[in-house]
Every structure is written in C-alpha cells, then in structure tokens.
C-alpha cells in the first residue's frame, strides 16, 4: 500500500466513503510544546488517520489512474486516426464509464463526477476549435492557476492544503492559531504542490504552442501521475513529521454536552429549591 491509499481497517476512525466522517480521531488532549499541541492518540492511529484523509481528498491510485486513462484514449484514438471527434467522443465514453464505476462501488460523488466533468469541458473545446491540442487546453489552464492558488495562500497565511484538507481531519482552521506546527507542514505541503505545478505548466504550455498535437497528447500522458505522485507523497510525509490535528469538532460536541450538563443541573437545583419552599 502507497502512503496515500486508504488503510484497510479503521482504528483511528472514520476513514472517508467507507465508514464515518473522513479523518476522524480521537479528540487530541492539547499539550503545548515548541511545535504545537500533542495528542494522546497512538502514532500510528496518526499515520492512519493522515492516510484516510490523504485518499479522500486526492483520490488514492484509483484517482490518479482515472485522471489518466481518457486522456490516454484521447491520444491513443487519435494517433491511429488523425480525427478529433472520434478520439473526443472515446474520452468522454471512458470518463462517463469510470464515473459510473465510481457510483457502483460507492464512491464519493466527488471523484465520480469532477473527472468527467473536466472531460467534458476539454472535449467541447477540441469539438469547436477542430484542434486536437485544445482537449487538453482546459487541463493546462487550471493547473497553472491551481499552482499561483497554492503559492499565493501560502503567502498569505492560509495555505490552500490546510483549507483542503482540515475539516477531513476535523481540525477545520484550527491549525492557523493552535496548531503552528501544523501550519508549518501545510506551508511546505503547499509550497511543493505550487511548485511542482508551475514546473509542469513551465514545460507544457511551450509545447502546446509548438509540439505535434500526437506528440504533445503523449507528453501529457506521461506527465500525468509523477508530478501528482509527488506531490502527495510530499504532502504524506510533511503531515507525518508534524503534530497532530486538533480535533475541534469533539471539542465542539464535549462543550455542548458541558452545556446541557450545566442547564440540566440548573433546572434540577431549581426543582428542588421550589421543593423546600
């Protein structure tokens, strides 16, 4: 099993579309140190955790893979036929295929449909414009401006990573205040994501201006996982090393509790006075 992918028991909780909200722990007991909180939580309780949240928010291998195979049948098609709308129509057959196994297996409706819809998108752009290149034009755009959305948060202070991936360890933006080492791994999870997509859009979009659109379909295909593969495995190991997440959702649920402790204690005190009197 890769870093990322979705461990197969749940000890440390719920564990995304398989049972139980996704990043689920223990509530953390707060032990304030150089780096942040500590928790009682064993680490590899952790470690699973961190996986589970990992694998529902990027997909696991599944995800990768399914990223890829339309634009491979994309490329395939129209390298045997040299015609647009064929190789355009396969995609989206693939991607709508994929999706619907997403549903059949139970998948989130998140991974089962954001694939296709990029498909789509990319498929209306080759379908008007005749060139083969364009399918993969809407791919480029957004991973130039998801690489400046990553940089630019993580200079302002809010890392895109923590936003994404907070609320699935029940931290929400917890870790921006109490949690400074764990701002510190989103930073730098953040850093590499941005990065890392800038260097793909810094090769790619030279070749969409001058490369074969066989050629270039290819180069695509091959750029497809390793970047992503990366970037998650990055991410996996900054969140390793760092403190755990402070689980403000239990917190929020025990001062609830507290509270209608507190009210029903209140009410039972004031039955008893009236009792005397």
Same mark, same amino acid.
């Given at each position: 099993?890769?870093?990322?992918?979705?461990?197969?028991?749940?000890?440390?909780?719920?564990?995304?579309?398989?049972?139980?909200?996704?990043?689920?722990?223990?509530?953390?007991?707060?032990?304030?140190?150089?780096?942040?909180? =500590?928790?009682?939580?064993?680490?590899?309780?952790?470690?699973?955790?961190?996986?589970? %949240?990992?694998?529902?928010?990027?997909?696991?291998? =599944?995800?990768?893979?399914?990223?890829?195979?339309?634009?491979?049948?994309?490329?395939?098609?129209?390298?045997?036929? +040299?015609?647009?709308?064929?190789?355009?129509? %396969?995609?989206?057959?693939? +991607?709508?295929?994929?999706?619907? +196994?997403?549903?059949?297996?139970?998948?989130?409706?998140?991974?089962?449909?954001?694939?296709?819809?990029?498909?789509?998108?990319?498929?209306?752009?080759?379908?008007?414009?005749?060139? %083969?290149?364009?399918?993969?034009?809407?791919?480029?755009?957004?991973?130039?401006?998801?690489?400046?959305?990553?940089?630019?948060?993580?200079?302002?202070?809010?890392?895109?990573?923590?936003?994404?991936?907070?609320?699935?360890?029940?931290?929400?933006?917890?870790?921006?205040?109490?949690?400074?080492? =764990?701002?510190?791994?989103?930073?730098?999870?953040?850093?590499?994501?941005?990065?890392?997509?800038?260097?793909? +859009?810094?090769?790619?979009?030279?070749?969409?201006?001058?490369?074969?659109?066989?050629?270039?379909?290819?180069?695509?295909?091959?750029?497809?996982?390793?970047?992503?593969?990366?970037?998650?495995?990055?991410?996996?190991?900054?969140?390793?090393?760092?403190?755990?997440?402070?689980?403000?959702?239990?917190?929020?649920?025990?001062?609830?509790?507290?509270?209608?402790?507190?009210?029903?204690?209140?009410?039972?005190?004031?039955?008893?006075?009236?009792?005397?009197?």
């Amino acid at each position: 099993m890769t870093s990322f992918e979705k461990p197969a028991d749940d000890r440390a909780g719920g564990t995304g579309a398989t049972g139980g909200p996704p990043g689920t722990a223990p509530a953390p007991a707060p032990d304030a140190d150089a780096d942040g909180p =500590r928790s009682d939580v064993p680490q590899g309780d952790s470690h699973a955790v961190t996986q589970a %949240a990992m694998a529902e928010a990027f997909g696991g291998i =599944r995800g990768m893979v399914e990223t890829t195979v339309p634009g491979l049948v994309f490329v395939l098609v129209y390298t045997i036929g +040299s015609d647009v709308k064929p190789s355009a129509i %396969a995609a989206l057959g693939v +991607s709508l295929l994929l999706g619907i +196994s997403r549903l059949v297996t139970r998948g989130t409706l998140k991974h089962a449909f954001s694939g296709v819809f990029g498909v789509a998108i990319g498929v209306a752009f080759a379908m008007m414009t005749g060139n %083969a290149k364009d399918f993969y034009l809407p791919g480029l755009l957004y991973g130039l401006g998801l690489a400046l959305a990553y940089i630019l948060t993580t200079l302002a202070g809010v890392p895109l990573i923590g936003l994404i991936l907070g609320p699935l360890f029940r931290e929400n933006l917890s870790w921006r205040t109490r949690n400074p080492g =764990r701002k510190k791994a989103y930073s730098k999870a953040s850093w590499a994501w941005g990065l890392i997509f800038l260097a793909k +859009s810094a090769i790619l979009f030279p070749l969409y201006f001058w490369a074969d659109p066989k050629e270039f379909g290819w180069v695509i295909v091959a750029l497809k996982i390793p970047p992503l593969l990366l970037a998650v495995t990055l991410t996996y190991i900054f969140l390793k090393q760092a403190p755990p997440p402070i689980d403000v959702i239990a917190e929020m649920e025990a001062e609830e509790k507290a509270e209608k402790e507190r009210e029903r204690a209140e009410r039972e005190k004031q039955r008893q006075a009236a009792e005397r009197e």
